[in-house]
């Protein structure tokens, strides 16, 4: 099962990849911002799996879940400062 | 065991293709509104599989529970998160996509996503 | 100075998550010693909860819970929990931050001594982060209130 589980974490850091293409090079700031958030989904998968891997998800839990709040206000913060500043 | 097994490695095969299929819309749709719609609903349900999967592997214990805390939180935050940066595009001003739009603007402007 | 949000949406959501993000900040601090995180995580949780507070119910109610005189306070009162915890333990006999000697005025064994000492420190730490990102938060959000203020510091 770990090698599957490295498998799948390999796959998913490959899907990181393509998405920072969006991040890097997205038309606009609203780009960027979907894509970091894309970005931020896909982390928190691959934090529990090295918690798998590693056999100790009871401390990546806290990290993962963290990770998760983060990107979420982060994400609204931004949208809020867009929408107050009115232009893309 | 071997139930468990198949049932984790199904489990996260599909999330793992719904979080491809997102990177997918995420690089190749036309504009913003769209490939948010792409990563919003895609990487909501594929965190789901994997967080399923994750506690059919780990069996029933605080560990699962907390996991069923992230999926929970997820489901609630990230269409929150989604909604509200759309709705700032739509407040700076940036149009949807349509085919009428896009044969007017010229090629360049397409490209860049069909933004204003 | 931000107005409060006409989104609907993002308020409820802010009023249902808001609660459990400060007890999941507390479980933060509480656990530090045998989970990750600990006082300045635990702190930057609960200073995460008032900013989406602010972002999304608007400054102003924010201020109500939070204001800019009581983060100042709050950050001094945490330092000063670190700092006389370890001046605290200097006075005993020990080194600094060496809470096996607390054991004296406590009544316990010196190991729970070290676990409640080092609890105290992650309160203390916790106070005084929160207080200075909050203080951090509201400098940014105000900043075109008083642009004078920051003219003058050039």
């Known amino acids: ?44 998968i691959i934090l529990l799996l090295m918690g798998v891997i590693y056999d100790r998800i009871d401390m990546f839990i806290d990290i993962s879940m963290v990770y998760a709040l983060l990107n979420f206000i982060g994400t609204v913060v931004l949208a809020k400062y867009l929408e107050r500043s009115g232009e893309v | 065991m071997i139930v468990k097994d198949v049932l984790v490695i199904l489990f ?47 069996g029933f214990s605080l560990t699962s529970a907390k996991i069923v805390f992230i999926a929970v939180f997820l489901f609630l935050a990230q269409p929150t998160a989604t909604h509200a940066i759309s709705r700032a595009a739509f407040r700076c001003g940036v149009r949807p996509w349509t085919l009428e739009r896009a044969v007017l603007l010229d090629e360049d402007t397409v490209e860049q996503g069909g933004e204003k | 100075m931000i107005q409060e949000s006409d989104d609907v949406i993002v308020k409820a ?37 008032f900013v989406l507070l602010g972002v999304s119910h608007g400054l102003e109610k924010t201020r109500r819970r939070m204001s800019e005189k009581a983060a100042m306070v709050l950050s001094s009162i945490g330092v000063l929990i670190y700092g006389g915890i370890g001046a605290l333990c200097l006075i005993l006999g020990g080194n600094y931050l060496d809470y096996a000697k607390l054991g004296k005025i406590l009544r316990v064994t010196p190991a729970e001594a070290r676990s409640l000492g080092i609890l105290g420190v992650e309160i203390g730490v916790a106070l005084a982060v929160m207080a200075v990102m909050c203080t951090v ?18």
């Open chain 1, 1 to 44: 099962m770990t090698q599957f589980f490295m498998i799948i974490g390999v796959g998913m850091c490959v899907l990181v990849l393509l998405c920072l293409y969006r991040a890097t090079f997205g038309p606009t700031i609203l780009n960027r911002a979907a894509g970091i958030s894309a970005i931020g989904t896909k982390t928190l």
């Open chain 2, 12 to 58: 996260m095969l599909g999330g793992f293709f719904l979080f491809f299929t997102a990177t997918l819309g995420l690089l190749r749709l036309p504009d913003f509104f769209t490939r948010l719609h792409a990563t919003g609903k895609g990487d909501t349900l594929a965190a789901l599989w994997f967080l399923v999967a994750l506690a059919v592997h780990h």
């Open chain 3, 13 to 49: 959501v802010a009023r249902l998550l808001v609660p459990f993000i400060v007890v999941y900040a507390l479980y933060v601090v509480m656990h530090g010693h045998y989970s990750p995180g600990g006082g300045f995580q635990g702190g930057v949780i609960l200073a995460a909860s």
């Open chain 3, 137 to 154: 938060f509201f400098a940014i959000f105000t900043a075109e209130e008083s642009p004078e203020d920051y003219r003058s510091l050039e």
